[in-house]
C-alpha cells in the first residue's frame, strides 16, 4: 500500500491522524507503518456503536455433570479417556496470548514467579501438572502455545532458558494470535509510537483460525487429534489433559466438555454456563439478571450456579462449525498505553479507550452439545488476575500452599 491508498484508507474510517508524524520517519518506519495500516481492520471500530445493545437469546438452565456423578462412574471414564491419550488422539493448547493488564507484571504471564523461597513460574506450574498426565500414562501430548506480537519472542525465549521445564520441546509449538486496534473513547486509534498504531490482542477466541494460519491444525490431521484441551494461561491449578474429563465428554458424545466449579454466591463474577434459545452458552457474570441469579433448580440450589473456568475441550471435527464471524465482538475497555499529543509515551493508570475481543466463551454457543463437568474449586481453580485481593497472586499461592505445592 502506498501513502495516497493509505491516506484514502484512513479517511474513510475518520482515522487521518495516524499519518500526523509520516514525514519525521525514517524508511523503514514508514514502510512499516504503511504495512501496519494496510493490515489494520478499521471496520471492527464500528462495535464501540453498538456496545450495549448485545442481544441474547431466552436463556435456560444447563445441568453439570456433579463431582458425586463423576466419581459413581470414575473408573469407567478414566479408561475411556487414557484410552484416548495413550492413542495420541488428544492435545493441549494454552491461550497465552493475553495482555495481563491487571496483574501488571512485566512480561509474560506465564513467565511470571510465584515462588516464596525459591522460584515457581506460572508455566512451570502447568507444564508440571501435564506432566502428571503424560508421565503416569508414559506418552507425549502435544501442546500448542497461543502468543501475541506483543509476547512471542519473549514466551519463546523464557520456555527454551527454563529447557521447557522438562517437557519434550519437540511437543512445545508457539503460534501468535492476531491483534487488534485500539482506540480512545471516541473511536479514534492511539498511536503507540510516532510509526505505530496502537495494538492488543484480539481475544482468545482466534486461536483456531490462528493455529491454522501458523498451518499447525496439520499436525491436528496429520495425528488424527480428536479432542483439543484450550484452557487459560492464569490458572495455576489447571488440570489439562484430564483422562476423567476426556473420557466423560467423550463417553456422553459431546462437542465440547466446559470444567466448571459451582459458584460460591449468586454474585460471584464468573461466566454462567447455561443453554440460550436451547444451544449452550455461557452468560457473563454482568449479564446475569437478578432473577437468573435467583432462580433456583428442583432440589433448590441454585439453576445457575455453575461458573466456568476457562477450560474446554473441543472436539476436532467439530471446530470447523464455528465461524469467528458468527461470534460477538466484546468492546472492552482497558489501559492503553499511547503517545500523547506532544508525542510522549504515556501508560495510563485508569482505562482510557476500548479495546475489541472475541472469546473462546462464545465459541461454546455454535456448537450444539456441551458438557458441563464439575471440578472441586479448591484444588483445581487458582487464577492469578489481579496484584492484590480477589484471584490475586496470593490468593493463588494460598491454594498453591493447600494442595501441597512447595513454594
Ligand atoms: P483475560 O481475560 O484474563 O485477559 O484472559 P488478559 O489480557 O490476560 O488479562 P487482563 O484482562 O489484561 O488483565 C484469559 C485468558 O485468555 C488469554 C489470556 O492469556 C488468558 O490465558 N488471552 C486473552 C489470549 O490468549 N488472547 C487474548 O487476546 C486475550
Known sequence: MDYSEAEKKLRDYGQEHILRYYDGLDDDEKKALLSQIEETDFGILSYIEGKDKVQRGVFSPLDALSIPQINERRDEYYEEGARIIKDGKAACLLLAGGMGTRLGADGPKGAFDLGKTHPVYVFQRLIENLMDVTVPLAVKIHLFIMTSEKNHARTVDFMKEHDYFGYDPSFVHFFPQEMAPACDYNGKVYMEEKGRIATSPNGNAGWYSSLKRAGLDSILRD???????????????????????????????????????????????????????????????????????????????????????????????????????????????????????????????????????????????????????????????????????????????????KNGIKL
Open 223 to 401: 495425528e488424527g487429534i480428536e479432542y483439543i484441551n484450550v484452557f487459560a494461561v492464569d490458572n495455576v491449578l489447571q488440570r489439562m489433559a484430564d483422562p476423567v474429563f476426556i473420557g466423560a465428554t467423550s463417553l456422553k458424545g459431546c462437542q465440547v466438555g466446559a470444567k466448571v466449579v459451582r459458584k460460591v454466591s449468586p454474585d460471584e463474577k464468573v461466566g454462567v454456563i447455561c443453554l440460550e434459545d436451547g444451544r449452550p452458552s455461557i452468560v457473563e457474570y454482568y449479564e446475569l439478571s437478578d432473577e437468573m441469579k435467583d432462580a433456583k433448580d428442583a432440589e433448590g440450589g441454585y439453576a445457575y450456579g455453575y461458573g466456568v473456568i476457562l477450560n474446554y475441550l473441543f472436539e476436532v471435527k467439530a471446530l470447523d462449525a464455528v465461524s469467528d464471524d458468527l461470534m460477538p465482538m466484546h468492546v472492552v475497555e482497558k489501559k492503553i498505553p499511547f503517545i500523547d499529543d506532544d508525542a510522549n509515551y504515556v501508560k495510563p493508570k485508569e482505562p482510557n479507550g476500548y479495546k475489541f475481543e472475541q472469546l473462546v466463551l462464545d465459541m461454546i454457543h455454535q456448537l450444539s452439545t456441551c458438557l458441563p463437568y464439575e471440578v472441586d474449586r479448591d484444588r483445581e481453580f487458582a487464577p492469578i488476575k489481579n496484584k492484590t485481593g480477589k484471584d490475586s497472586v496470593e490468593s493463588a499461592q494460598k491454594l498453591c500452599e
